[in-house]
C-alpha cells in the first residue's frame, strides 16, 4: 500500500478497539478538528483547550440527540499529532461510534488509514520514527517487560543513542572532509583517533545487534520443532508443555501425521512449539507424506527438541535424528523416566556432545520446569542479559548490520591506504543508514513498512 502523505485534510477514526465496550473513544485530527467535533458534539460548555467537557452527541441532520458524551480539545501546539485534536469519549457501542464516524465524514473529515495518527505526529516533527515504531510495539506488547521497554524507546531512549553514533560519524566525516576540501590548509587527520572512535561506534553497534535476539523472542517467537521417532511422547509432551489437551496422543505409533502449532510463554519470551509424526520407517502412504513436512519443518525451526524414549534402545532412526543437532540449536529430552531405562546413559552422554540432556517425564510432568527453563537459555541466550536498549524489528537490525558493514569497510580501506574521499562516502553511507532508521533522513518505503502494521484510529 502506498500512502499518500497528506496533511491538509481532517481524519478521523474510532480508537477503541471493535465490539461492544463500557466507553468508546473516537479521534479528530486536523486543520478542521474543533469545528467537525463541534457540529457533533453540544457541550454544557464551549470546547476549551485541555478541559473536559460533558455534553451530548447531535446528529446535525436530523436535529436529534443519541448520547451523553465528554470532549477533549487538544490544541496542535501540544496533542499528539501536533494538530488541532478533539477527542469524543461516548458509550462503547458500536452503532453509536459509527454514527460519530459517518457523521463527521458528512462535516468534512476523512477516513483516517491505520497509523495515520502516529504518521501526524511522526511528520509534523513529534516522535522519530524510532519512537513511532514503539507506540505500535507498546500496543502489542506480549508481555509488561516488552511493554517498559517499547516505552522507554517511545521516550527516545533507543533515539538518542542513535542519534548520539550518527554524530559522532558525522564529526569524523567533517574532519576527512575538512582535509580534503582544503588541502592546503595542512589539515592533519588523527587517524588513529578515528579509527578508535569507529570502533567504539561499532561496539555500541554489536549490543544492538545481539539484543535483537531477545526482541524476537519476546515479539514474534521462537520456532521449535519436537522431533524424534513415532510413539516416543512428542505429542504427550507438546501437551504437556502447553498445559492442555491439544495434540492426540495414543499408545500406537503414527497417531500425529499433520504438524501443530502453538504458542507458549516461558517468562517474557515466547515460542513456538511444533508437534508432528515421528521421523522413521513411516507404515503408511499418510505418515510418509507427515514425515516428509516434519523433516522440512525441522529443517526451518530456530531451535529442536530432540525426544528419545527412555524404555526403548537406541536405535538407527535415533541416531540419525541425534544428528540434526549438528546443524542447529537442540535439547535433547529423555522421556519416559518412570519406565526402566533402556538406554545407556553414558552413550547418550556421549552422543549429545554439546547439547543439553534433560530428563522427563511428559506423562507425569516430571522435570518440565527444569526442560522450560533450559528451553529459555539454550534459545534465548539474550535472556538474562539487561539491554538498555532491545531491538525488536528485522528492519532495525538490517539497518544496524548494514551500518556496521560500513564502518567496516571504513577501517579496512583506512588499512588499505585507499583515499579520503572513499573513505567519506563510507562513512556518509553509515551516518545515512542510522538517518533512515530514526527517520531523519526520510525514505517513503521505510515510512509505508512501519505504518501499515498499525491499527486504525493509532
Ligand atoms: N510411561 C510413560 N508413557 C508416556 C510418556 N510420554 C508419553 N507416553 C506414552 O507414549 C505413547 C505415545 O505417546 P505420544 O505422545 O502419542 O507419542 P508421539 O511421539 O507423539 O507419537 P507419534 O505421534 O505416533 O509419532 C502414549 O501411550 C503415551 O501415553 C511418559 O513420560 N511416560
Ligand atoms: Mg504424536
Known sequence: MNREIDLASTIVAIATPPGVGALGIIRISGPAALEIASKIFQGKHELSPWHLVQGNLFDFESGEFFDEATAVYFP????????????????????????VVRLALKAGARMAHPGEFTLRAYLNGRIDLLQAEAVNDLIRATSLRQARLSFYQLNGRLSRKIDGLR??????????????????????????????KIKEVIGELDKL????????????GVT??????????????????????????????????????????IDDLIFNLVDMAGLGKPDHPVEEEGIRRGRQLASQAEGLLIILDNSQPLCDADLEILSLARDKKAIFVLNKIDLPAQIEREKLNALAGGSKLIEVSALFRLNLDKLKRSIAEVFSPALN???????????????????????????????????????AEELRLAADTLGQLTGEIKSEEIINAIFSEFCIGK
Open 76 to 99: 496542535a501546539s501540544r496533542s499528539y499529532t501536533r494538530e488541532d485534536m478533539v477527542e469524543l469519549i461516548c458509550h462503547g457501542s458500536p452503532v453509536i461510534l459509527e454514527e
Open 224 to 265: 521449535l520443532a519436537l522431533v524424534g521417532r513415532a510413539n516416543v511422547g512428542k505429542s504427550t509432551l507438546f501437551n504437556a508443555l502447553l498445559e492442555k489437551d491439544r495434540a492426540i496422543v495414543s499408545p500406537f505409533p503414527g497417531t500425529t501425521r499433520d504438524y501443530l502449532e502453538e504458542k507458549i510463554k
Open 209 to 220: 545487534i545481539e539484543s535483537h535476539n531477545l526482541g524476537e523472542a519476546m515479539m514474534r
Open 385 to 423: 542479559k539487561n539491554y538498555e536498549n532491545v531491538i525488536f524489528h528485522w528492519r532495525e537490525k538490517a539497518a544496524l548490520e548494514r551500518t556496521k558493514e560500513a564502518l567496516t569497510q571504513v577501517l579496512e580501506k583506512q588499512n588499505g591506504g585507499y583515499s579520503d574521499e572513499i573513505i
Open 167 to 196: 554524530e559522532s560519524l558525522i564529526y569524523i566525516l567533517s574532519q576527512i572532509e575538512a582535509a580534503i576540501e582544503f588541502p592546503d590548509e595542512g589539515i592533519l587527520l588523527d587517524k588513529e583517533q578515528i579509527r578508535k
